[in-house]
């Protein structure tokens, strides 16, 4: 049983990257848009934190259950190398999207914030 958990939990893993990455791709495409700020920027970087973590933590997981079931039947095994191969998929895709962003944040320079001025600000002016 607890063999199964440990397959649920590295699919779990594998299945938040995947969702994490789609994120990140979006955060990539806004990039060089009205919508690339220095907020958008920062919200580029904590998704690369996080998703970094999520791969840390399922690469983990994916050893220990790799290791715990050496001597398992060849089914398992099949299992355990599909998850494998799903995991290299989805880390693949994380840097093809990393690599992107980084040529745009290249590129292009984020636009001023959108936040409009404290009206203390605009009462000096005046």
Do not use: W
Not at 5 to 25: C, D, E, L
Not at 27 to 41: N, Q, Y
Request: glycine content about 4%.
């Amino acid at each position: 049983m607890a063999p199964k958990t440990g397959i649920s939990a590295v699919a779990a893993g594998i299945f938040q990257i995947n969702t994490a990455v789609a994120g990140f791709r979006r955060l990539v495409d806004a990039i060089g848009t009205s919508k690339d700020t220095s907020e958008h920027r920062q919200a580029l970087q904590d998704a690369r934190k996080r998703i970094g973590q999520l791969v840390k933590e399922t690469s983990t997981k994916l050893k220990s259950l790799i290791d715990a079931n050496r001597d398992e039947n060849p089914s398992k095994r099949a299992e355990e190398a599909k998850l494998a191969r799903d995991f290299q998929a989805a880390i693949h895709d994380f840097q093809k999207a990393q690599k992107l962003a980084e040529k745009r944040e290249e590129a292009y320079a984020p636009s001023p914030s959108r936040c409009p001025l404290p009206t203390r600000y605009l009462a000096l002016s005046s």
